[in-house]
């Protein structure tokens, strides 16, 4: 029998798939549209790690091609961008040549793997046919008013020589390069996603995402309600303005404190604390903002000398400067209420300030902080509010602010505007010109794209300047509006811009004339399924939200929400030696993370090689390519093993023996589909009958299941499923049950299979003689009676040796078995002579004579 060769078979069966899944309009045929994270190609490849999300999405694809929706799954390459600047950078080479090398290469691989993607749709985000748009989306927003240039101090990497986004810098260091991040004041490109807040946040009910990616976005949206009031300041016609999210506190505030960056500083300090004001302040403009945040941290702080006047009793409140307040949020003041809030008590202690209880709580004592003092009760020591719910008196003292006229409620978000302008080369220019006449003027839309000029030196400046400032020719033109000298803008876009709508290009990937076309969008968008790793939580997902709430606001698409479900898979950790921290000598075994010794015996030495499961990653020269997988066992064994490892959002650790595990799996499928494949009854459907209802049951029993664990993600428990009939067919064959029945599962079983193992599926659907692809074949639909069905075969056996199968309820308890057994007259004497009768339950009686 011709043996199972995957190494035959697949590139075969590729050929044949070329041009096989594009996705064309059909309108009135429902469609679905799924969708991994657009890669960023780099230089290292694919790792088994990256396709354990294209195989189980591609798996997903298959299956909804299959149950007859119009499927768009496209790919494409995020290949503009720092990731892509560095690395080149690195290696000495340009971005321009680099990018092109890296896509063909994972174009090869995900090729190797049996992707079904429309490769016509192909998009590259560093293309002068893609980042025209881009730029053009940032022309609209512009025009509205949501991308501004603003002075702010920005983080600037002195070893990358570049300005970070906030989102870039991960504990004070850079997320490239992990250099301590500075500040440096720049004017930048931001863009208003602040004006969406309200959207973001409420837009997160009505989508089917991760609970623990909605969270996320809520936090950094950080929605909170409370109010604003003036403070009026003794002896002087100023005031402050706070934000307060517990009014109801307000008779407990017995100091105000500024932001060190608040401009009034100066203005309220007296000469007496000039010196330690400023001093203090100029020590806090080096603190990092989380270094200031973080809960352990002393609160110090210093006097200014003025005091303000508490509204509601008029008393005498110390202003202070302290550097827990934060100028980038509220309104960089607030009033300190030490009896319940944990930062001002610390302060208060610290400075000897009075420490007053407003709110009830049991077990109050000025001496140690309890979390329960910020909990609601009843209101003490508050004049005409005491008595009241600290939730009414809330409402109330607002109230009062607001006829008062000083003050009013408010909402907060602690949501910051996106900076998007990069000084580096790789990105897409901003459509922007200065004009020393005009000033800022947007290059005309007919002009577009501004093309990324080419050049061999790009690296950035170390004067914070984009490399493009150093070149004239693209530097000077003339004013669009009055022709006059004038200068184009050298920031570029960040990467951020060009994945906030690549999932709309997708649909309309070669319009030369727009964007996309509504007519397009309409049809494929939104995405349904949206597949990728849950690093990206907040940053691409809120800004892709961003874009498309303008873009439906302008009236070029009908949505505002790009992706109704997202779906996270879990890492792949794979084996890795571990090198101690530098500096560290020993190692104690038992360690988190320490799970694996080479050497199990004795104690533990210092040149013994001890493994730890770590993310698989080229950094950490663990990585297992998808070609050394392939080359040994086969792409549908690889994509098998994906899913079958663990539920999709788990983390998994690359195990090569469960891998072979899998493989043997598809050589027995393979062996039991060639055997049978002689006897095979394509007529089954008219001979299936009463005979064999135990496979009957398995067979729809199975795709019942495995339909619906395909729609829920459960890709684990599909392949299971399928192992487990295969072994029931493999068992039916074996003992020579029903051909009819048999044909019936393995015909199926094929379909089935299909989106999970395409290759060998659809290998064996020609062998079997069907026309045409079996991924166009219509999935299996279960016969719902008989999935339910009620009956089960019971086998029985004389000394292990088949003598009778019959079908009997599937509930039969074992005393009916072992009775059924000994009076079968297949069975004979052996019922007289029986020493001994096994019973399995639901399955065999075995009569040992
Ligand atoms: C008095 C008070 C009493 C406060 C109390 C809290 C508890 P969220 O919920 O995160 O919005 N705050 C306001 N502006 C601030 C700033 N720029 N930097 C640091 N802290 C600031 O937090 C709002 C609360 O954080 C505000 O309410 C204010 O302290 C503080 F028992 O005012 B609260
Ligand atoms: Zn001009």
Redesign the pocket.
Same mark, same amino acid.
Request: proline fraction near 0%.
């Given at each position: 029998m011709e043996p199972y060769e995957p190494g035959i078979i697949e590139p075969a069966r590729q050929k044949l798939w070329q041009d096989a899944y594009r996705a064309e309009i059909e309108p009135g045929r429902p469609k679905r549209y799924v969708l991994e994270f657009f890669p960023y190609p780099s230089g290292h490849g694919l790792s088994v790690g990256h396709c354990r999300n294209y195989a189980t999405t591609d798996a997903l694809a298959r299956f909804l091609r299959m149950c007859g929706y119009n499927v768009l799954h496209p790919m494409g390459w995020d290949a503009f961008g720092q990731p892509a600047e560095m690395e080149a950078i690195k290696k000495g080479s340009h971005p321009k040549k680099t990018v092109p090398t890296y896509v063909a290469e994972y174009k090869r691989q995900l090729d190797l793997i049996g992707m079904s993607y429309d490769w016509s749709r192909e998009i590259n985000s560093s293309a002068p046919e893609y980042y025209r748009w881009t730029q053009w989306i940032f022309l609209q927003l512009y025009r509205r008013g949501l991308a501004y240039r603003a002075n702010a101090p920005v983080n600037w990497c002195p070893n990358c020589r570049i300005v970070l986004a906030n989102e870039e810098v991960e504990g004070g260091l850079c997320w490239r390069c992990d250099t301590k991040v500075e500040k440096k004041p720049l004017t930048q490109w931001f863009f208003k996603i602040t004006a969406y807040a309200e959207r973001l946040l409420s837009g997160l009910d009505g989508i089917d995402w991760p609970e623990g990616i909605k969270t996320q976005q809520r936090n950094w949206i %950080?929605r909170?309600e *409370?109010v604003e009031f003036r403070l009026e300041i003794e002896g002087s016609d100023r005031a402050l303005t706070?934000?307060?999210?517990?009014?109801d506190?307000a008779f407990?505030?017995t100091f105000a404190v500024l932001?060190p960056e608040h401009p009034l500083v100066s203005v309220l300090t007296t000469d007496e604390q000039r010196d330690s004001v400023e001093a203090y302040v100029e020590t806090a403009s080096r603190l990092e903002e989380n270094v200031r945040?973080a809960a352990n941290r002393e609160r110090t702080g210093v006097f200014t000398g003025s005091y303000a006047i508490n509204p509601f009793n008029g008393e005498r409140i110390p202003i202070y400067v302290a550097d827990?307040?934060?100028? %980038?949020?509220?309104? *960089?003041?607030?009033?300190?209420?030490p009896?319940?809030?944990e930062?001002?008590f610390e302060f208060a202690k610290r400075h000897s300030l009075e420490i007053r209880q407003v709110i009830e709580c049991t077990g109050w004592t000025a001496e140690e902080w309890r979390d329960e003092?910020?909990a609601d009760g009843l209101m003490v020591n508050s004049g005409e509010f005491s008595g009241l719910s600290n939730r009414e008196g809330m409402v109330r003292m607002a109230e009062q602010l607001e006829s008062r006229g000083i003050g009013q409620r408010r909402v907060?978000y602690?949501l910051r505007d996106w900076l998007i302008s990069r000084q580096r080369y790789w990105g897409a220019p901003i459509p922007i010109v200065h004009c020393d006449q005009c000033g800022v003027v947007p290059v005309p839309e007919d002009q577009l794209p501004v093309l990324l000029p080419d050049i061999e030196e790009y690296q950035p400046t170390n004067d914070g300047r984009s490399p493009l400032a150093l070149i004239p020719e693209f530097v000077n033109v003339s004013c669009p509006e009055c022709g006059g000298m004038a200068q184009r803008e050298t920031d570029t876009m960040g990467g951020f811009a060009c994945s906030s709508w690549y999932f709309l290009r997708f649909a309309d990937p070669h319009n030369d004339h727009a964007a996309f076309s509504r007519d397009t969008v309409d049809y494929w968008l939104p995405v349904d399924y949206y597949v990728g790793g849950a690093e990206h939580a907040v940053m691409h997902l809120l800004y892709a939200r961003f874009w498309t709430k303008f873009l439906y606001d302008e009236g070029l698409i009908g949505f505002d929400e790009p992706f109704v479900r997202l779906r996270n898979q879990g890492m792949l950790q794979a084996l890795t030696p571990y090198r101690p921290p530098h500096g560290e000598e020993t190692v104690k075994l038992g360690e988190p993370g320490i799970l694996v010794r080479q050497d199990e015996l004795g104690s533990y030495d210092k040149d013994d090689l001890i493994w730890v499961w770590e993310k698989m990653s080229k950094s950490k020269e663990n990585v297992v390519t998808p070609d050394e997988v392939v080359e040994k066992y086969g792409a549908d064994t690889l994509r098998l093993w994906e899913m079958f490892v663990a539920p999709f959002d788990q983390s998994v650790q690359w195990d090569e023996n469960g891998v072979r595990g899998v493989n043997r799996y598809l050589h027995r499928l393979w062996r039991l589909a060639m055997e049978f494949l002689p006897n095979f009854d394509r007529d089954w459907r008219s001979r299936v009958g009463e005979e064999g209802k135990a496979l009957r049951h398995k067979t729809h029993a199975t795709i019942k299941k495995v339909r619906s664990d395909l729609e829920g993600f459960r890709f684990n428990t599909a392949v299971a499923a399928i192992m487990e009939w295969t072994n029931e067919l493999s068992d039916h064959i074996g003992s020579a049950g029903p051909v009819a029945v048999a044909s019936e599962a393995m015909e199926s079983l094929i379909l089935v299979l299909a989106p999970l193992a395409p290759h060998i599926t659809d290998e064996l659907w020609s062998r079997y003689g069907f026309e045409g692809s079996v991924h166009t074949q219509p999935y299996p639909e279960a016969d719902e009676s008989l999935a339910e069905a009620d009956e089960i075969t019971l086998i029985i056996q004389v000394n292990g040796k088949l003598r009778d199968r019959i079908s009997v309820p599937a509930g039969i308890d074992e005393e009916e078995m072992r009775q059924l057994a000994l009076n079968s007259p297949k069975v004979g004497d052996a019922a007289q002579n029986a020493k001994k009768v096994i019973v399995v339950p639901g399955r065999l009686v075995n009569i040992v004579v």
């Open positions: %950080g909170s *409370g706070v934000f307060t999210t517990r009014i506190t407990g505030v932001s945040m827990y307040v934060l100028m %980038g949020y509220g309104s *960089g003041a607030i009033m300190a209420v009896g319940h809030d930062r001002d003092y910020t907060n602690r």
